[in-house]
């Protein structure tokens, strides 16, 4: 299998931790396209400074995908705590803004790194450009931003309507869209919809190489709305939101997670305005989608994917994936 997953944040991150076990045996060719649209925190400052992509989500893959999380990956997570400009900074944000100064890549910082970790796979940024990712809400404000976009939206004054990029006629690296057009499998998620995953998609050659590849496409569903981005958003909205930024429907599967959070993690997130997203597979089934709807919650202080559980789903469906072509 020659997988490409496309995504950002916390939950790509946690993706690739849980699918790097089953590279070289299962996975043959691993590729993960993340966005690089963030513009708060380390990340923010680093790009308004030195005038380079987001290093965050990227720095977090690398991480995910080293062959051993030992000290050195740990070192590349580390947060300075202490020092004037110092202070909020990974090191991992720093080293990677080095690189592509030295270099004059980034493309190419992001490269040595992952020979420097020895991942297990590649990690391409959907452009190199910067970019921002500019959203209109229903009340008819326009906000540029992703952070700004998401505090804008906990005021709820509206909800999202449309979202576009900034410039819009930005390029994605030529491996990015070949790793698209010659993968068995796409997967989309999990990750925050409007700022992890969908920032992707704004990239043109991204989203045409995307709905053009041959591949079977799956969509990983947050297991929690977002406030400010997806208040109130069923599975099945989720993936008609992408459905109407792309322009087409080109989802072939959809992972679901169907436990309920303990209460009193459960009551945590309600009170920041965040609640588990419903699984309406009937109506996903019905969009002629195949639905996976499993425990797939992970036992912390956090509600999210559990790695392991994540990969036995996928393990699943690459299996019928096989059973089909050799039909």
Known sequence: ?????????????????????LVPDTITDLTAIVTVADNGGSSGRLREE??????????????????????LAKVFQYRFREGEGLKGHSFGNLFLSVLTKITGNFLDAVEITSDILKIKGRIIPSTDQLVDIVAEFTDGKIIKGETQITEYGKKLK???????????DVKAPQEAVEKIKNADVIILGPGSLYTSIIPNLLVKDIRDAIVNSSAYKIYICNVMTQYG???????????????????????????????????????????????????????????????????????????????????????????????????
């Open 158 to 168: 509206g909800q999202i309507s449309s979202i576009w990029m900034e410039p819009e």
């Open 229 to 327: 981005e997806t208040d109130r958003f069923t599975a099945s909205r989720h993936i008609k939101t992408i459905h109407k930024v792309v322009g087409t429907s080109f989802i072939n599967a959809a992972i679901l997670n169907t436990t309920i959070p303990p209460d009193e993690l459960l009551r945590k997130y309600m009170k920041e305005n965040s609640e588990p997203v419903t699984a309406d597979a009937g109506n996903i089934s019905r969009m002629g989608i195949t639905v996976y709807a499993e425990d797939l919650l992970d036992a912390g202080d956090y509600v999210r994917h559990n790695p392991e559980k994540l990969t036995r789903t996928l393990v699943k469906i690459f299996e019928k994936i096989k059973e089909k072509r050799a039909a």
């Open 1 to 21: 299998m020659k997988v490409v997953a496309v995504g950002g944040g916390t939950g790509l991150s946690s993706l690739l931790r849980g699918i790097k076990h």
């Open 50 to 71: 030195m005038q380079i992509p987001a290093p965050g989500d990227i720095r977090n893959c690398i991480v995910a995908l080293a062959e051993d999380e030992d000290v």
